[in-house]
């Protein structure tokens, strides 16, 4: 109690509230829930209240999809079980196998993983599950569809018996209930209703274009929406590092990530999106899985996903905690019918929006620069600058000194820059007659894994400007007003 108020929860969310007391008198629960909605919280405070400090063997598992998942759900369960002094340890590929085992001697209470290193760990009798009384699969849908059921299968074996376990799912797809008949006992079912899924603080948009044009579009879309925290998803590795590059080139603060960058690189750029110093995240559906990051404003889903369930994982990304965001889809003609398919899953028609003009997105930077010259006036001891002030206004005109500094906080034109982005294949023709399950007919079904498609407020520092911008200005910019013109949201409100 003393970690929860210290963590300022007020009341339990609707996950938490079910499954807590379910969990504590020891019963299995598959939990529909995606990241974000306090699922961590929803399994960690039962195992942190009922596991033995005292005991140095590992007493629950909670197995993860991705390395960023399992660490961010470690450092969570560490955070909640500071004053029990609790044990929690993570485990996951791609890092020093000898450091984690170090540590796993260590005698951790609770070990965090993902399937292939838990595995690993398992064979080399490092890490002895043989006291787990409690057993997480946490994201499973997402673990089945890259292809973890064996490894899963493994890892239950290597624990007792009796033992509990608590699956969830931002989906419930009949797999996941099958793991359910095969590794639980009568669980008990706690659903979230669709539109808490998939939830109404969420503006949902999409924008009809040709490939060539999507990403002019974007950025002036970026100019006039002027996101605080903004998740551009790609279908394709390819993709990602093209996108990246062509809005760091546009002066952009931006970064992508996608499964062939080191995982030092891929932390590295995650932290500083964190910490606010990365305006834009770009990512394949892969590299951003389990990504729980507050303040996302605004995803830009730059290519629509094959599979109508990772749209929902992506919008997942904002609208958190009672905060408004938005969801922008970038839709060709011809996939239309993918974007009727994720509303029918969805329950939720989105709104058209019309592309913006050349002089429409220059008014949202003009918009954005008058915000922040206010900021920086308020800011700024004039005094200290009254004789250089003074100086510069004798030499030039007030007019063409505030027209110069507007001109070096704003970018030229997006079209000024050049940028290439490579013409993805265009997704299959879907067949008509879909079975309602969510799933495309006629587009390929993943198998074993999925396809690689995959600062604090927009450009709030804009230090990290590229070459290609026109001044080393350090341009914040705000989005504290909430309006909208000609069919296009130009700026969210923050709810603080």
């Known amino acids: 109690m003393e970690a929860v108020d210290r963590s300022g929860f007020e009341e339990a969310t609707p996950i938490q509230a079910a499954t807590i007391p379910l969990a504590l008198t020891g019963k299995d629960v598959i939990g529909q829930a995606q990241t974000g909605t306090g699922k961590t919280a929803a399994f960690g ?12 063997h590992i007493q629950a598992i909670i197995v993860s999809p991705t390395r960023e998942l399992a660490i961010q759900t470690q450092e969570e369960l560490y955070r909640l079980g500071k004053e029990k002094r609790a044990k929690v340890q993570v485990v996951y590929g791609g890092a020093d196998i000898r450091r984690q085992i170090s540590s796993l001697k260590r005698g951790p209470q609770i070990l965090v993983g993902t399937p292939g290193r838990l595995l690993d760990h398992i064979k080399r009798r490092t890490a002895d599950l043989s006291h787990v009384k409690m057993v997480v699969l946490d994201e499973a849908d997402e673990m089945l569809d890259m292809g973890f059921v064996e490894d899963i299968e493994s890892i239950i074996e290597a624990v007792p018996k009796e033992h509990q376990t608590l699956l969830f799912s931002a989906t419930m797809p009949p797999a996941i209930l099958k793991i359910g008949e095969k590794f639980m006992h009568n669980p008990e079912i706690v659903k979230i209703k669709a539109k808490e899924l998939t939830t109404d603080l969420v503006e949902q948009y999409f924008v009809k274009a040709r490939d060539y044009e999507k990403f002019d579009l974007m950025t002036r879309f970026l100019d006039i929406q002027a996101p605080d925290l903004t998740i551009v998803f790609g279908r394709t590795k390819r993709r990602v590092d093209e996108l990246s590059k062509g809005l760091e080139a546009r002066g952009y603060n931006a970064a ?45 889903n730059y290519d629509i996903p094959q599979d109508p369930e990772s749209y929902v994982h992506r919008i997942g990304r904002t609208g958190r905690a009672g905060q408004h965001g938005v969801s922008v889809t970038f839709v060709t003609p011809n996939e239309m019918d993918y974007l009727r398919v994720i509303e029918k899953l969805t329950k939720k028609r989105m709104d058209a929006l019309r592309p913006p003009t050349e002089k429409e997105a220059f008014h949202g930077q003009i918009s954005a620069a008058l915000d922040d010259i206010k900021e920086l006036i308020n800011d700024t001891e004039t005094a200290k600058y009254e004789k250089q002030a003074t100086e510069l206004l004798a030499e030039y005109d007030a007019l063409d000194l505030v027209a110069a500094l507007l001109n070096d906080m704003t970018k030229d034109d997006a079209q000024k820059v050049p940028v290439k982005i490579t013409p993805e294949r265009p997704l299959p023709r879907r067949k008509r007659g879909g079975n309602g399950n969510g799933r495309y007919r006629g587009g390929s079904q993943r198998k074993g894994g999925k396809s690689n498609g995959g600062g604090r407020r927009y450009d709030k520092k804009r230090n990290s400007r590229s070459s290609n911008s026109k001044g080393k200005f350090d341009n914040r910019r705000k989005s504290n007003s909430s309006s909208k013109s000609k069919g296009y949201t130009i700026r969210t409100k923050k709810n603080k």
């Open 45 to 56: 405070l039962p195992i942190l209240q009922n596991i033995d400090t005292q005991d140095r």
């Open 256 to 300: 992508g990530i996608h499964g062939d960058l080191s995982q030092q690189r891929r932390m590295s750029i995650l932290k500083r999106f964190k910490e606010g110093k990365l305006d834009i995240l770009v990512a394949t559906d892969v590299a951003a899985r389990g990504l729980d990051i507050s303040g996302v404003t605004h995803v830009y």
